[in-house]
Nanobody
């Protein structure tokens, strides 16, 4: 069992930046996938970014060029650097880890971008 805890959310003005962190209670070095999803009110949860075990990354088209996902296996932490934030980025952001065949979700962190 692995627990994921997100942090770093908050209120920011449009054009600003935030960095989200996802700290795992166990090792993520063997994780197949670590990713960030988000869910806005009234909408389905959607993929924001993910990083595969080999280091390759995928991003939603809406965040390409603005968001960067990274992982620090030594700290068992995944990050999401978010720049040039827009009001439409407002959502609860969730961390996902696929580790040894199991999927784990964090509890989410709220990101609110004001116009």
């Amino acid at each position: 069992q692995v627990q994921l805890v997100e942090s770093g959310g908050g209120l920011v003005q449009a054009g600003g930046s935030l960095t989200l962190s996802c700290a795992a209670s166990g090792s993520i070095s063997s994780a197949n996938v670590m990713g960030w999803y988000r869910q806005a009110p009234g909408k389905q949860r959607e993929l924001v970014a993910k990083i595969i075990s080999g280091g390759s990354t995928n991003y939603a088209d809406s965040v390409k060029g603005r968001f960067t996902i990274s992982r620090d296996n030594a700290k068992n932490t995944v990050y999401l650097q978010m720049n040039s934030l827009k009001p439409e980025d407002t959502a609860v952001y969730y961390c996902l880890g696929v580790i040894t065949g199991y999927s784990y979700w964090g509890q989410g962190t709220q990101v609110t971008v004001s116009s």
